[in-house]
């Protein structure tokens, strides 16, 4: 497996090296930690980078999120936020980054790396680079994308997340409540929604068996 690559930008620098520590100790590579945006820009430039995890609050001309903007715009890496505050106007300004996730401080260890490790299930942090053998499809599990004689499946961010949980997964249930923390971020969802996502799933990958079993989940059967 692969160790996934992390970038820590927090000016707390107790805060921050003792989440190193946390994130080692896990098994993951903490590459550097940046006290400013300046900084982080650097790190991206010369590092290969997975997974940021950016305080919203740091000091400087940029934030954590403008940050986290301005990095996005050049490269295609997910943020974790760490916030003290846990408010609409924050979640909004937020929202403007694809971010995966926040931590709201003070925090649990166990919630920062359930945070990582969910980041790693939704963007295939640490995935073998070979690619998967599926009957008559091979998926890049990399880069989340499925072929069928050499041709890309075009798959909506939801599919294709759906399709990874089931293959990181197969041949063993992924439960309902399990896909909606995954796709849905916490959230719980109607059941509609995962049977209308199923639907377009089947109708563009007909040789792959998904298997209901209702009121649990699904099987990826290989």
């Known amino acids: 497996m692969k160790k996934i690559n992390i970038l820590i930008i927090?000016?707390?620098?107790?805060?921050?090296?003792?989440?190193?520590?946390?994130?080692?100790?896990?098994?993951?590579?903490?590459?550097?930690?940046?006290?400013k945006s300046e900084q982080a820009v650097e790190v991206m430039l010369h590092n290969d980078i997975d997974l940021i995890i950016a305080d919203i609050n740091i000091k400087g001309e940029l934030n954590g999120i403008q940050t986290a903007q301005l990095i996005q715009k050049n490269f295609n890496v997910p943020v974790i936020f760490l916030t003290s505050y846990h408010d609409d106007s924050t979640l909004e300004e937020a929202s403007n980054v694809d971010f995966?996730?926040?931590?709201?401080?003070?925090?649990?260890?166990?919630?920062?790396?359930?945070?990582?490790?969910?980041?790693?299930?939704?963007?295939?942090?640490?995935?073998?680079?070979?690619?998967?053998h599926l009957n008559n499809y091979i998926y890049d599990s990399k880069n989340k994308t499925l072929f069928k004689d050499t041709k890309q499946i075009k798959l909506t961010k939801k599919e294709e997340q759906f399709l990874h949980l089931l293959i990181q997964n197969k041949n063993t249930l992924v439960s309902n409540e399990y896909i909606d923390l995954i796709l849905w971020h916490e959230s719980m969802t109607y059941d509609e929604n995962r049977r209308q996502l199923l639907f377009r799933l089947r109708k563009k990958i007909p040789d792959l068996e998904i298997q209901t079993i209702k009121g649990q989940g699904y099987i990826l059967n290989v």
């Open 10 to 35: 927090e000016d707390m620098m107790l805060t921050a090296q003792k989440m190193k520590r946390t994130l080692q100790l896990a098994g993951y590579q903490v590459v550097a930690i940046a006290s």
């Open 100 to 132: 995966t996730g926040y931590i709201v401080k003070p925090y649990l260890d166990s919630h920062l790396l359930r945070e990582v490790k969910l980041a790693s299930f939704r963007f295939g942090l640490s995935d073998k680079i070979e690619p998967i």
